[in-house]
T-cell receptor, first 110, second 115 residues
Framework: GNSVTQMEGPVTLSEEAFLTINCTYTATGYPSLFWYVQYPGEGLQLLLKATKADDKGSNKGFEATYRKETTSFHLEKGSVQVSDSAVYFCALDPGNKLTFGGGTRVLVKP | NAGVTQTPKFRVLKTGQSMTLLCAQDMNHEYMYWYRQDPGMGLRLIHYSVGEGTTAKGEVPDGYNVSRLKKQNFLLGLESAAPSQTSVYFC??????????????FGPGTRLTVL
C-alpha cells in the first residue's frame, strides 16, 4: 500500500536558520506529492506540490524536489522566520485520495 | 467566498450519544473528504465522496456514516460515540482528484471529545 514517512519532531530552530524536513514515500506508479502546513488552531493549507519526477515545488521561500530514484520529497527553507512555526505534513496521491505522513512540528525561536 | 466551513467547532459527547458534523463548501467542488487527526498519526481518511449522492469508505470508516445529499454539503455521523473517537475532524474539498495535482481545501476543524 501507499505510505509516507517523515521525520519526527519537534524541530526547534533559531530565526534565520536553515530548515530541512525529510519525507520519503512508498507508492506504486507516479503519485503527486504535496506539502501541507497547519498553523496553530487552523486547518491544513497547501504549501507546495509536484506532480512528476524532477519537478520542484516552491512557495513562500520553501522548496521541495520530487526525487523518484530515492522516493523522497524533502522540504527546505534557507532562512526561517518565527511565523514559520507550524506543523508540516508530507502527502502523496496516486490518483484518488491523499495519504499523509505523521507531521513534523517546527518551532522557530527569535 | 467562505471556502470550507465546519459546524460545530467544539463538542463534548458522552459514550453512546450520537451527533452529526456538517461540512459546507462554496467552491462548487465535486470531491469532498472527512479526515480525523490524532497526535503523531497525521490525518487519516474516514469517508469521501466523488459527487452528489455518492460516498465511499476511506482508511478508518468504522463507527461513522456519511451522506452527500447536496453537492455543497457533506455530513459525518456518529451513531454511538466511543472514547476512541475523540479526535479533531477535518473536512476537505477539491475540484478533482488530487492525483492530477489539484489541491484539497480544508476546513478549520471540529474538536470532539467523547467521555
Amino acid at each position: 500500500g501507499n505510505s509516507v514517512t517523515q521525520m519526527e519532531g519537534p524541530v526547534t530552530l533559531s530565526e534565520e536558520a536553515f530548515l530541512t524536513i525529510n519525507c520519503t514515500y512508498t507508492a506504486t506508479g507516479y503519485p503527486s506529492l504535496f506539502w501541507y502546513v497547519q498553523y496553530p488552531g487552523e486547518g491544513l493549507q497547501l504549501l507546495l506540490k509536484a506532480t512528476k519526477a524532477d519537478d520542484k515545488g516552491s512557495n513562500k521561500g520553501f522548496e521541495a524536489t520530487y526525487r523518484k530514484e530515492t522516493t523522497s520529497f524533502h522540504l527546505e527553507k534557507g532562512s526561517v522566520q518565527v511565523s514559520d512555526s507550524a506543523v508540516y505534513f508530507c502527502a502523496l496521491d496516486p490518483g484518488n485520495k491523499l495519504t499523509f505522513g505523521g507531521g513534523t512540528r517546527v518551532l522557530v525561536k527569535p | 467566498n467562505a471556502g470550507v466551513t465546519q459546524t460545530p467547532k467544539f463538542r463534548v459527547l458522552k459514550t453512546g450519544q450520537s451527533m452529526t458534523l456538517l461540512c459546507a463548501q462554496d467552491m462548487n467542488h465535486e470531491y469532498m473528504y472527512w479526515y480525523r487527526q490524532d497526535p503523531g498519526m497525521g490525518l487519516r481518511l474516514i469517508h469521501y465522496s466523488v459527487g452528489e449522492g455518492t460516498t465511499a469508505k476511506g482508511e478508518v470508516p468504522d463507527g461513522y456514516n456519511v451522506s452527500r445529499l447536496k453537492k455543497q454539503n457533506f455530513l459525518l455521523g456518529l451513531e454511538s460515540a466511543a472514547p476512541s473517537q475523540t479526535s479533531v475532524y477535518f473536512c476537505a474539498s477539491s475540484f478533482d482528484t488530487s492525483g492530477k495535482g489539484y489541491e484539497q481545501f480544508f476546513g478549520p476543524g471540529t474538536r470532539l471529545t467523547v467521555l
